[in-house]
């Protein structure tokens, strides 16, 4: 059985401040890690993943997640936040139970 | 344009009703999922398909029911066995090629349905 564990439901940020969004997975065999992100009543989008290889993996908007084998670990970080970037982020896991796994989100709300 | 269409985005139904979310794709993949949403508790695997006429339930499969007679259609009914139906559905799909190879999903702009 796979799992994903988002420790933080809720993550206030100024603007312009850094970020981190934790996320631990379980897993007994080799993983692919994603982060998707949501808006308000819309569907998730792909924001990065790690599917093999270097073990920081950078999304174009600037956030970067790096894979942690030992702490099985995926956290995402940006080192400035905007306000665009409030919205929900669901870490998600995809192992040998061929299908995603999701974690319970983490609202990021960006304050002026 | 390539992608994945939910229809409606809003739905109303009387309790005891059952009724059926469309979702299309033209990315020509071979794996779909249905996902339900609710606050706090992230997205929970109704049901899924990795190949045309055949499907899998997933987490919460009670109460639903759904079909994969082509490719790129993969409706779900939420029959009145459902016994908190309103939320909001995400469907999404996935390559599932030769190699296996995992790639991300894709989804579509959810439907949310609220049964009064």
């Known amino acids: 059985a796979q799992s994903v564990t988002q420790l933080d439901s809720q993550v206030p940020v100024f603007e312009e401040a850094p970020v981190e969004l934790r996320c631990n997975y379980s897993?007994?065999?080799?993983?692919?890690l994603f982060w998707y992100v949501q808006y308000p009543n819309q569907g998730l989008q792909l924001l990065l993943k790690?599917?093999?290889?270097?073990?920081l993996v950078e999304s174009i908007n600037g956030f970067e997640a790096e894979f942690n084998k030992s702490q099985t670990s995926f956290h995402l970080r940006k080192p400035s936040v905007h306000i665009s970037d409030t919205a929900e982020y669901f870490c998600?896991?995809?192992?040998?139970?061929?299908?995603?796994?999701f974690g319970s989100g983490t609202q990021l709300t960006v304050l002026p | 344009d390539g992608g994945i269409t939910q229809s409606p985005k809003y739905l109303f139904r009387k309790e005891g009703q059952n009724v059926t979310l469309s979702c299309e794709q033209n990315?020509?993949?071979?794996?779909m999922y249905w996902y339900r949403q609710d606050p706090g508790q992230g997205l929970r695997l109704i049901y899924y398909?990795?190949?045309?006429?055949?499907?899998q339930k997933g987490d919460i499969a009670e109460g639903y029911s759904v079909s994969r007679e082509k490719k790129e259609s993969f409706p779900l009914t939420v029959t009145s066995a459902q016994k908190n139906p309103t939320a909001f559905y995400l469907c999404?799909?996935?390559?599932?090629?030769?190699?296996?190879?995992?790639?991300?999903?894709?989804f579509g702009q959810g439907t949310r349905l609220t049964v009064v």
């Open positions: 897993s007994s065999v080799s993983v692919y």
């Open positions: 990315l020509n993949h071979d794996a």
């Open positions: 998600a896991v995809d192992g040998s139970a061929r299908q995603l796994t």
């Open positions: 999404a799909s996935s390559i599932r090629g030769l190699m296996d190879m995992n790639t991300e999903a894709f």
């Open positions: 790690y599917l093999s290889g270097s073990t």
């Open positions: 398909s990795q190949i045309v006429n055949d499907f």
